[in-house]
T-cell receptor, first 117, second 110 residues
């Protein structure tokens, strides 16, 4: 696709409910990142994939958070037993592999705004 | 201490003035530096990156990097009301991911 696509755009979940957030990166982008952005804050790193391999999940805040990218394209971020502190915008970004590594910037999707009530 | 620090603002400048946004970082091994613009309710968009000491200009935007001082800045010349947004500084170290500051909210007054 032309850009990074995320769905749903908005999600309201009751506390304790499981949610799944989808990210469809730019075609051909091998790197995919998930970030969490709380209101008034900058994005906080959650996890990183290169193709289907999850190379870094150090930012996942608890074992309730799980991400996968089984075929190296679409990724899903799953949050189990949602809590109110999980309310945030979840941003997905992708990056190409071409060029010097120092020049890599991200292209972000529009994000999913999760509200846990 | 956060890894990437920015003044939260808000920073207000009159239309046509120069807006100066500043960022400091703690990891001396940081290799590349990015400025993103984020309009309210929208996702961040990349406006500039820099990885060598000195200045880098792109249109009305100039990024400045001083690795010895661990300082990076963004200058916006001839500021326009459409530049009103939150500006996020991001830093890449040895890891692949970017570390973001909390952002500086800029308002350009007509």
């Amino acid at each position: 696709g032309a850009g990074v696509s995320q769905s749903p755009r908005y999600k309201v979940a009751k506390r304790g409910q499981d949610v799944a957030l989808r990210c469809d990166p730019i075609s051909g982008h091998v790197s995919l990142f998930w970030y969490q952005q709380a209101l008034g804050q900058g994005p906080e790193f959650l996890t990183y994939f290169q193709n289907e391999a999850q190379l870094d999940k150090s930012g996942l805040p608890s074992d309730r958070f799980f991400a996968e990218r089984p075929e190296g394209s679409v990724s899903t971020l799953k949050i189990q037993r949602t809590q109110q502190e999980d309310s945030a915008v979840y941003l997905c970004a992708s990056s190409p592999r071409q060029g010097p590594i120092s020049n890599y910037g991200y292209t972000f999707g529009s994000g999913t705004r999760l509200t846990v009530v | 201490q956060k890894e990437v620090e920015q003044n939260s603002g808000p920073l207000s400048v009159p239309e046509g003035a120069i807006a100066s946004l500043n960022c400091t970082y703690s990891d001396r091994g940081s290799q590349s530096f990015f400025w993103y613009r984020q309009y309210s309710g929208k996702s961040p968009e990349l406006i500039m990156f820099i990885y060598s000491n000195g200045d880098k200009e792109d249109g009305r935007f100039t990024a400045q990097l001083n690795k010895a001082s661990q300082y990076v800045s963004l200058l916006i010349r001839d500021s326009q009301p459409s530049d009103s947004a939150t500006y996020l500084c991001a830093v890449r170290g040895s890891a692949r991911q970017l570390t973001f500051g909390s952002g500086t909210q800029l308002t350009v007054l007509p």
